[in-house]
């Protein structure tokens, strides 16, 4: 019974180790990812033509009325397609959109992200996202989703010591923005001249880490796998 039982708890802890670095491989590419894509075009000078061109409309309380009706409530698209809506006018700000979009819209797709965000430091207004659900033009300050784990984020980056400098994530929790699916969030700062002005986040889906939870190390063997978060939760 003994050799039994020491036989089985060296197979747990191979499937163990080896599932750990599954995850720690998935999540490290996913911060890779962050600092490479807050210093691309579509983060630094789309994020900061569409912030201007909001300002010189006169705020976001104004353009949110005008872009949430046109990038959602009259969008043409239907749910889960209003991204297909790349320049709704031809404003200074839905042409940095239409670039963003573009570029956000490939990244998203070729690396499995469910959406893709751009927001400012301050009151955490969300400027630009890839999907065009709720969350859209609202505040992570004062806004309907603040208490979110999207909102989490950001007061996470802004408040964290480095600055903003490094990639945060949060926990998957269910976001009601996306249906209630179970979603984590990763993000970094968007630097312009030295100064954090905006972030970038990516929505992350959890099948990526379903799939890989139930993959068996060895092809074809059983395996019941579970990852438990420091909560206590699976």
């Known amino acids: 019974r003994s050799i039994i039982y020491s036989g089985a708890n060296q197979q747990i802890e191979i499937i ?18 962050v600092y490479i894509f807050r210093k691309s075009v579509a983060a630094t000078k789309r994020f900061m033509e569409m ?9 976001i309380d104004r353009a949110k009325d005008i872009y949430r009706a046109m990038y ?12 297909n809506l790349i320049e709704g ?15 956000f819209s490939a990244i998203i797709k070729e690396r499995n992200y469910y959406d893709a965000f751009l927001n400012k430091k301050k009151n955490g207004n969300i400027l630009f996202t890839v999907a065009k659900e709720e969350d859209y033009m609202t505040s992570l300050s004062i806004g309907p989703y603040r208490d979110s ?7 996470k980056i802004i408040n ?18 996306s249906n ?18 905006g972030i970038l986040v990516f929505q992350l ?30």
């Open 160 to 177: 964290s010591p480095d600055g903003g400098q490094q990639a945060h994530i949060v926990d998957y929790e269910p976001y009601a923005v």
């Open 205 to 234: 889906p959890l099948d990526e880490i379903s799939n890989k939870i139930r993959k068996p190390i060895v092809k074809n063997r059983k395996e019941t796998s579970f990852l438990v978060g420091p909560d206590f939760l699976l």
């Open 51 to 59: 912030k201007t061109s909001i300002e010189r409309m006169g705020g």
């Open 72 to 83: 959602i409530t009259n969008n043409p698209n239907p749910p889960g397609s209003k991204q």
């Open 149 to 155: 784990n999207l909102g989490k984020l950001y007061r």
């Open 180 to 197: 209630n699916q179970i979603n984590s969030f990763i993000g970094t700062g968007i630097f312009i001249d030295g100064k954090l002005e």
């Open 89 to 103: 006018d031809n404003s200074e700000y839905s042409k940095a959109h239409g670039q963003a979009l573009s570029f």
């Open 16 to 33: 163990r180790e080896s599932k750990k670095n599954e995850f720690l491989e998935y999540f490290d590419f996913k911060v890779k990812d």
